[in-house]
Every structure is written in structure tokens, then in C-alpha cells.
Nanobody, 114 residues
């Protein structure tokens, strides 16, 4: 059973920074790890992803502001969020893909005040 546990969300003023962390239980190797977010009334959207080899992909709205990284030895993925905007407010979900299986964390709230 894979569990993804997120941490690092919170309330921050516009222009501030937050760092999200996600740790996966078990001794698994994930092809892709990433972060999604969902604001009230919106669909869940990809924020950023990273392969086991280190290739990254970002949503256009966060390019240049967010940085995703991972530690394969710890089965962990991180999201450094800088220059935060009110429109970044959402629940952020950690995601991990292992072959045909997809796993989700429980979500962590990020609120950016103007």
C-alpha cells in the first residue's frame, strides 16, 4: 500500500514563498512524481511533474516561479513556490505514477492573500 504524505502548505502573502514536500511510504520506484492543484469550482490541474531521470514539466502559469525537485533515495518530491499570487490559492495534491498505477496524497491547502 502506497501512501503519499504532503506537508508545507499554509497562508502566505502575495509575493511570498512556500515549499511543499511529499514523502511516499514503501520501497517503490515511481516513474513520475508531481503536483496538481484544485481551486474551488475548478478542475484539478497539473502544476509540475518530474521523471525519475529528472526531466521536468510545468504549467505555463507557474513557469519561472515554481521549481519541482525529487529525491529518489527518499521517494520524495518537493515544490518550491516563489512569487506567489492569489490565483495560486488551491489545494495542492502530490501525485506518483508507478507503471499503470497512480497514487494521490490527501492534499494540502495553500492560500495566498492579496
Amino acid at each position: 500500500q502506497v501512501q503519499l504524505v504532503e506537508s508545507g502548505g499554509g497562508l502566505v502573502q502575495a509575493g511570498g514563498s512556500l515549499r511543499l514536500s511529499c514523502a511516499a511510504s514503501g520501497r517503490f520506484s515511481f516513474n513520475i512524481m508531481g503536483w496538481y492543484r484544485q481551486a474551488p469550482g475548478d478542475q484539478r490541474e497539473l502544476v509540475a511533474s518530474i521523471t525519475s531521470g529528472g526531466s521536468t514539466n510545468y504549467a505555463d502559469s507557474v513557469k519561472g516561479r515554481f521549481t519541482i525537485s525529487r529525491d529518489n533515495a527518499k521517494n520524495a518530491v518537493y515544490l518550491q513556490m516563489n512569487s506567489l499570487k492569489p490565483e495560486d490559492t488551491a489545494v495542492y495534491y502530490c501525485n506518483a505514477v508507478q507503471n499503470v498505477f497512480t497514487y494521490w496524497g490527501q492534499g494540502t491547502q495553500v492560500t495566498v492573500s492579496s
